[in-house]
């Protein structure tokens, strides 16, 4: 298997392997901020239909015999809940 090193890949800089935590954070924030609104709103989107269906993957594991519908239904319970908290 071929492996690709983080030094071949110059899109994310020399010092990849090195870049402490807070380092990262400050390079995506800088990153979001060079972003134009509708890309930020993309990503956001994004994350929550991935979580959604994160959710539903949860819930089909739960309730295994539940439908199509009825899984739709307790991720709605489950967002309202989140919303409550």
Do not use: D
Not at 16 to 25: G, K, N, R, V, W
Not at 55 to 76: C, D, M, N, Y
């Amino acid at each position: 298997m071929k492996s690709i090193s983080c030094l071949s890949l110059p899109q994310f800089g020399p010092n990849l392997l090195y870049m402490s935590p807070q380092a990262a954070l400050e390079m995506q924030i800088e990153r979001y901020r060079a972003m134009t609104r509708e890309q930020r709103v993309g990503i956001a989107l994004r994350l929550h239909e991935l979580a959604c269906e994160m959710s539903r993957l949860g819930i089909r594991r739960q309730h295994p015999g539940a439908t199509p519908e009825e899984i739709e239904k307790f991720l709605r319970e489950r967002l309202e809940l989140a919303r409550k908290l």
